[in-house]
């Protein structure tokens, strides 16, 4: 919910406030005043937290750039590819396309693929499975993955498919959660 969470939230959460004080409801006018201080703080925290990851990404993004081993830098770092990570990668090789440095985007494009392996290198069995079944283009090239690979298919599999597909919702990845409870339905389908 943070995007909603900006200017024009606080000044409809004043004017409730104002409104109150107003109405000589001073009960309700100090509830509303310390839920806005909560929210406030809640924001600046998940800000604080959020800038911290971005800045961590861009961090090992430059490493990874100056090094002469990125795949090593990448691997010593392995838990700080994330998707901020990926999204200060994604963001730096935009950027360079709109700027026409095509040799820096190649660099980039090399270490989005160096972290993708080192990535898919961390996975256990299972979540590299899972990992493939997402990367599919359609549902249909995700079921003829499924049926193409039976022995995959364990009640585990169904059981880390909703887990993710929960984490995800949670998360507020909504489209990706529902992919993930369709493929853990199928795959359950698939066990009988």
């Known amino acids: 919910?943070?995007?909603?969470?900006?200017y024009s939230f606080f000044e409809e959460w004043t004017a409730?406030?104002?409104?109150?004080?107003q109405q000589g409801d001073l009960a309700v006018a100090e509830r509303l005043?310390?839920?806005?201080?909560?929210i406030?703080?809640?924001?600046e925290r998940m800000d604080r937290e959020a800038q911290a990851l971005f800045d961590a990404g861009a961090n090992l993004l430059r490493e990874a750039l100056n090094a002469e081993d990125p795949a090593e830098v990448l691997r010593a770092n392995r838990e700080q590819i994330d998707e901020a990570f990926m999204l200060v990668l994604q963001s730096n090789m935009a950027a360079a396309e709109r700027t026409g440095q095509m040799q820096f985007v190649e660099r980039l494009r090399v270490i989005e693929q160096l972290a993708a392996q080192v990535v898919e290198e961390s996975l256990s069995p299972e979540d590299r499975f899972i990992n493939q079944l997402l990367q599919t283009e359609t549902p249909q090239e995700a079921t003829k993955l499924l049926r193409q690979n039976p022995a995959q298919i364990t009640a585990a599999l169904v059981?880390?498919?909703n887990e993710l597909a929960e984490d995800m919702e949670n998360?507020?990845?909504?489209?990706?959660?529902?992919?993930?409870r369709q493929l853990a339905?199928?795959?359950s389908v698939m066990l009988f």
């Open 16 to 21: 409730r406030i104002d409104s109150a004080e």
């Open 33 to 38: 005043t310390n839920r806005r201080g909560v």
């Open 159 to 161: 059981k880390r498919l």
């Open 185 to 187: 339905r199928e795959a």
């Open 171 to 180: 998360n507020g990845r909504k489209p990706v959660g529902e992919r993930l």
């Open 1 to 6: 919910l943070r995007p909603a969470i900006d």
């Open 40 to 43: 406030l703080e809640t924001v």
